[in-house]
């Protein structure tokens, strides 16, 4: 099979291309390295001609739900304009569990790209999963003012990217499904416990004070919204599992 991987650098999309090679695909990222810019639109015909399946797990780092609307819409137009004219069979989004919960910030651009997806004309999946385990080192980062870190006060089940990434190669074996069931990690975790416990693990350890997002979104995520329902599809690897595997500081 034939899959061409947007954001295939990236923390998701890497590991999609080793899933999906290793299974015997063939797989083409979609890099502006590969002279395709997928935002531009720019060399999508070409990557895309003889492709079976277009995997899309690209991300963006902004905050904005404006800029976050931008992104998505366009690079979701483009992969399926570019997809439909090429006789892609299956289009799969990668979005985020609680998107229609928390339309704010970054889900709002995911909650567009799946609204780009269902009205687009390429036979579709959409695949939300919670928050990856290493969100707790993208948040670390995120939430440092000099020396002073914080940990989020945020409710959340976080999975392994490893088992995303296999479930989006399965759902390109297996055809079109539309809404596919949600996948989450075992168990649900306090960020600010993960965050604690993922620097101290790595030798990060100094006092770290918890703090509340202001708003809507805030209040979302401490609240459950954000959390996958009941019938959601469970991974196995727990955040302790992960961190016992990280390197030690």
Do not use: C
């Not at 690079?75 to 997809?83: E, I, P």
């Not at 299956?90 to 709002?108: E, F, K, N, Q, T």
């Not at 727990?238 to 500081?249: I, K, S, V, Y």
């Amino acid at each position: 099979m034939e899959i061409a991987v947007a954001g295939g650098t990236g923390t998701a999309g890497s590991e999609v291309v080793r899933v999906a090679q290793q299974r015997g695909h063939r797989v083409r990222v979609l890099t502006r390295g590969n002279g395709v810019d997928v935002r531009s639109g720019t060399g999508l015909d070409e990557a895309l001609a003889a492709t079976d399946v277009v995997i899309d797990a690209l991300s963006t780092s902004t905050r904005s739900a404006g800029a976050a609307v931008d992104f998505f819409t366009e690079t979701s137009s483009h992969l399926l304009a570019s997809g439909h004219r090429a006789g892609v069979g299956h289009h799969i989004a990668l979005s985020i569990v609680g998107v229609d919960r928390a339309p704010y910030g970054y889900y709002a651009g995911k909650l567009a790209q799946e609204q780009t997806v269902l009205s687009g004309r390429v036979p579709w999946t959409i695949q939300r999963a919670t928050q990856f385990h290493d969100f707790v080192a993208q948040t670390y980062r995120g939430a440092s003012f000099g020396p002073l870190h914080l940990a989020l006060r945020m409710r959340t089940q976080p999975i392994s990217v490893v088992e995303v990434a296999t479930r989006l190669v399965d759902l390109a074996e297996a055809g079109p499904a539309q809404r596919a069931s949600d996948i989450a990690g075992p168990q649900e975790e306090q960020l600010v416990d993960m965050m604690r416990s993922w620097a101290a693990h790595t030798g990060r350890a100094g006092w770290m004070p918890a703090f509340s997002l202001p708003g809507a979104f805030g209040r979302a995520i401490r609240d459950g919204s954000i959390l996958p329902d009941g019938d959601a599809d469970l991974g196995t690897v727990t955040f302790a599992d992960w961190l016992a595997a990280q390197p030690r500081g």
